[in-house]
Nanobody
């Protein structure tokens, strides 16, 4: 099975920075894309940032100019540098990866989540 492990979450003051990291493990042949979503209770999970293996990126409007995603397809990891954090960024952040395996084909996977809390 493919598993994703996130790290880097924590508590930070408004205006501070955090760097999230996510690594894949298991039977992964090709990582097509990796990204980050976030969710707060009672709200839909929303895209924060995503990167395809081509290098193409997509950001939530609220993340543009503050967050930066990077992916190492050799190591099959993704990072999210978050600067100028705001209380509104407080959420559980989930790593996601679209991977190809010979047995299952192209399948999306999710990490268990890491909490980011931004205090005023």
């Amino acid at each position: 099975q493919v598993q994703l492990a996130e790290s880097g979450g924590g508590l930070v003051q408004s205006g501070g920075s955090l760097r999230l990291a996510c690594a894949t493990s298991g039977d992964v042949d090709v990582v097509n894309s990796m990204g980050w979503y976030r969710q707060v209770p009672g709200k839909d999970r929303e895209l924060v940032a995503n990167m395809e293996k081509s290098g193409s990126t997509k950001y939530a409007d609220s993340a543009k100019g503050r967050f930066s995603i990077s992916m190492d397809n050799t190591k099959r990891t993704v990072s999210l540098q978050m600067n100028s954090l705001r209380p509104e960024d407080t959420a559980d952040y989930y790593c996601t990866a679209n991977v190809y395996t010979s047995s299952l084909g192209s399948v999306p996977y999710w990490g268990q989540g890491t909490q980011v809390s931004v205090s005023s």
